[in-house]
Nanobody, 126 residues
C-alpha cells in the first residue's frame, strides 16, 4: 500500500521560509516520479515543482522559480520542498504526488501522478 505523508507546513510571515517533507512508503521510490502541487481556496490544484523523466531534471512553476527547491533522498524515501521568500499568494494546501508507473511522463501535469498525500497547509501572512 502506497503512502505519502507530508509534513512541515505552518504559518509564516511574508519573506520567511519553510521546508516541506514527504515520506513515501510502499513503492519503489527511486524509480518513482515525484512532485509537489498546491491548491489555494477556490482555485484548482496547480503544479509547483517536480522531478522529470530524465535523470536529474527538475521543473518549477514560473511563480516559484528561484524561490523553491525540490530535492529527494532515495535512501530515505523522502522528497522535500524548500520554500524561501514566501509570499501571501503561496498560501495553499501543498500535496506530494508520486507516479509509480515507470515510463515517460510530463512532470507538470497532475494527471500523470497516481498517488497523492493528504496535504499540508502553508499559510503566509502579509
Amino acid at each position: 500500500q502506497v503512502q505519502l505523508v507530508e509534513s512541515g507546513g505552518g504559518l509564516v510571515q511574508a519573506g520567511g521560509s519553510l521546508r516541506l517533507s514527504c515520506a513515501a512508503s510502499g513503492l519503489t521510490f527511486s524509480r518513482s516520479g515525484m512532485g509537489w502541487f498546491r491548491q489555494a481556496p477556490g482555485k484548482e490544484r496547480e503544479f509547483v515543482a517536480a522531478f522529470g523523466w530524465s535523470a536529474g531534471s527538475t521543473y518549477y512553476a514560473d511563480s516559484v522559480k528561484g524561490r523553491f527547491t525540490i530535492s529527494r533522498d532515495n535512501a530515505k524515501n523522502t522528497v522535500d520542498l524548500q520554500m524561501t521568500s514566501l509570499k501571501p499568494e503561496d498560501t495553499a494546501v501543498y500535496y506530494c504526488a508520486a507516479r509509480t508507473r515507470v515510463s515517460y511522463y510530463r512532470a507538470q501535469l497532475s494527471s500523470e501522478y497516481d498517488r497523492w498525500g493528504q496535504g499540508t497547509q502553508v499559510t503566509v501572512s502579509s
